[in-house]
């Protein structure tokens, strides 16, 4: 089963890129396995940039900061957790998904993934990755970096 991926924003498809994407879905965090994902559901997710700065912003209403998980694995920033069942509730109607959800997205070369920051507001994840100089990109960087969530 594949792992939901979103195309990279940051360069048009090549072969390349979409190699990348396939090799992203192979690759799973230590939490991840197919059993897991059988209900689940995919947070929206915007991408914005400034000159400075990457900053990406999913939406994950009603979980806490240590029911999300960032982690920067290689070239790709995962975004996961799981949003439970109610609290015992007799459930009349339910629309709201739950379950598992992991997003990954592929970075830019220019990302500097070193000091990637990650905070929860108001139901909104943010995670901001600082740009890298002109020309300059991270050579040596941690094949998995855990992110601490803020909030």
């Given at each position: 089963m594949s792992i939901f991926a979103v195309e990279n924003p940051f360069r048009k498809p090549d072969a390349s890129a979409?190699?990348?994407?396939?090799?992203?879905d192979q690759v799973?965090?230590?939490?991840?396995?197919?059993?897991?994902?059988?209900?689940r559901w995919t947070p929206p997710v915007d991408i914005l940039e400034n000159n400075s700065t990457y900053l990406f912003?999913?939406?994950?209403?009603?979980?806490?900061?240590?029911?999300?998980?960032?982690?920067?694995?290689?070239?790709?920033?995962?975004?996961s957790g799981e949003r439970g069942p109610g609290c015992g509730q007799k459930f009349l109607r339910q629309e709201r998904p739950q379950?598992?959800?992991?997003?990954?997205?592929?970075?830019?070369?220019?990302?500097?993934?070193?000091?990637?920051?990650?905070?929860?507001?108001?139901?909104?994840?943010?995670?901001?990755?600082?740009?890298?100089?002109?020309?300059q990109a991270e050579k040596d960087h941690a094949e998995r970096l855990e992110i601490t969530l803020n909030g």
């Open positions: 979409r190699e990348k994407m396939e090799r992203a799973r965090s230590d939490e991840t396995n197919d059993r897991d994902f059988r209900n912003k999913a939406d994950v209403p009603g979980l806490k900061a240590s029911e999300v998980h960032v982690v920067c694995l290689g070239e790709m920033l995962v975004i379950g598992r959800f992991c997003r990954r997205i592929p970075l830019p070369a220019n990302a500097g993934r070193e000091q990637i920051k990650a905070r929860l507001l108001e139901g909104v994840l943010q995670v901001s990755v600082r740009k890298l100089p002109t020309g």
